[in-house]
């Protein structure tokens, strides 16, 4: 295990070791007084890539030189540019290309799947999730429920914590899965939570959800571009992720979608279907009957909107010139590094952080600021640290790998001392 030191030299020597330092040339930075932001919203926003700008100056260009000839003539012909993100993406997320597909956004794209994989009888029709979901999940989950005409309240069960601790543990949820049994109609969980920044054991929720005959998916939004995934080979039904957290594909952009292989090809498989979805030979035969495609794409409802996936295939070149090995491998560095400087803060200026994210993390680490107030937040973003301030005194920090450096770790830490000692 590697010895960290609460000091700038220390923290240089890491950066000019890091074998990824210069990717963070290759992404605009945040600036006040004229230097780089501390950025630590990674979770929220990724930054923008400097080459998206690039691929969606060429869909410009080829719109005002081509205009509809566009669709086929482009250099990235638009009517299958989707199909360009599959490949970057499913070594992301584990899957083979056909099991992934790109469209809408993230919760739009959760309840075009629950048409799929929530199919309620008056025997199976529960939905088991985590306690305090995202607010679109719970949402969502609650409009799906009073659709099938049951009640929120019989029909949600939601596995809390244990009492004093900040964390779940996955033998609860395997136990809850088992005691609701044959009554359970889906596992939805979010596989990285947002707020403890926790990552699910995903491969063991999957298992004990098809041992009782349930379907399972993940709303993956913090999980993508983020931890290791191996959606196929963990036998997931399905998931969905957003595309502008760790995939800096910019702010509310195209959701991306994995459809298990097994239900591929299936012409009888309940889902809202759109020209999009059907055999690419024959859509413009404008045949009266869907024919899907033998791929996720068969999800699709209408033609992509190839302007928001431009910065996001931008941004999949990174991810496939560095591999999620070697993001993950930093990422697990940082966020060590960041824990060592807290613990070092916490020391100088006796105060009490408490770090809620438990050891199964990505990059984020969630924390309780005891004895503070959002003065100190205020402080942080006003001497350029953008971090998430989360009710009643959480801060979440998320040292992404691709741009973040070991002394932003270091220089946060300066900076957290000065905001505690300031008061």
């Known amino acids: 295990m590697m010895k960290f030191e609460n000091a700038l030299d220390f923290a240089r020597q890491m950066d000019a070791n890091d074998p990824l330092k210069s990717f963070r040339e290759r992404f605009h930075y945040p600036q006040l007084n004229g230097k780089d932001v501390i950025y630590f919203t990674g979770n929220s926003l990724g930054l923008q890539p400097k080459v998206a700008k690039d691929y969606v100056d060429d869909i410009m260009k080829d719109w005002a030189d081509l205009a509809v000839e566009g ?22 997320v584990g899957a083979s290309v056909e099991e992934v597909s790109v469209m809408n956004t993230l919760s739009v794209n959760l309840h075009f799947l629950m048409v ?32 099938h005409g049951f009640r929120p309240s019989d029909t949600i069960v939601e596995v809390k914590k244990r009492e004093g601790e900040h964390f779940w543990r996955t033998e609860d949820i395997v136990s809850k899965i088992d005691e609701v049994g044959d009554a359970l109609a889906l596992v939805l969980i979010g596989g990285v939570n947002y707020y403890n920044g926790q990552v699910f054991d ?3 929720i999957t298992q004990a959800g098809k041992n009782v005959g349930a379907f399972v998916g993940w709303d993956l939004a913090h999980a993508v571009g983020n931890v290791a995934l191996k959606l196929h080979d963990w036998n997931v039904d399905f998931a969905a992720w957003c595309s502008y957290k760790y995939m800096n594909s910019g702010p509310g952009n195209a959701s991306g979608i994995f459809i298990n292989k097994k239900y591929l090809g299936e ?76 613990g070092e803060i916490d020391k100088e200026v006796k105060s009490t952080f408490e770090i809620i994210t438990p050891a199964e993390r990505g990059c984020q680490l969630s924390v309780f600021l005891h004895g503070e107030g959002r003065a100190l937040f205020d402080y942080l973003m006003q001497h350029g ?39």
């Open 71 to 92: 669709h086929f003539y482009a250099e990235k012909p638009w009517w299958d540019y989707h199909e360009r993100l599959a490949q970057p993406l499913a070594k992301v």
């Open 202 to 204: 995903m491969a063991a």
């Open 116 to 147: 799929s994989f929530y199919r309620p009888t008056q025997k199976r029709f529960k939905i088991i999730c985590e306690e305090k979901a995202f607010p679109s999940d719970q949402y969502m989950l609650q409009s799906q429920v009073k659709f």
């Open 385 to 423: 640290v953008i971090v998430d301030w989360r009710e009643p005194n959480v801060i979440r920090l998320a040292p992404a790998p691709f741009y973040c450096s070991f002394e932003d770790m270091y220089r946060f830490g300066q900076l957290l001392k000065e905001g505690i000692l300031s008061k």
């Open 267 to 342: 012409g009888d498989i309940p889902r809202f279907e759109g020209w999009w979805g059907t055999k690419k030979e024959s859509r413009f035969q404008m045949k009266p009957e869907f024919e899907p495609i033998e791929t996720a794409d068969a999800w699709q409802v209408s033609n992509p909107p190839v302007l928001s996936l431009a910065p996001y295939l931008a941004s999949l070149q990174l991810f496939e010139e560095v591999g999620m090995a070697a993001l993950i491998a930093k990422q697990k560095l940082l966020t060590g590094y960041l824990e060592f400087i807290l």
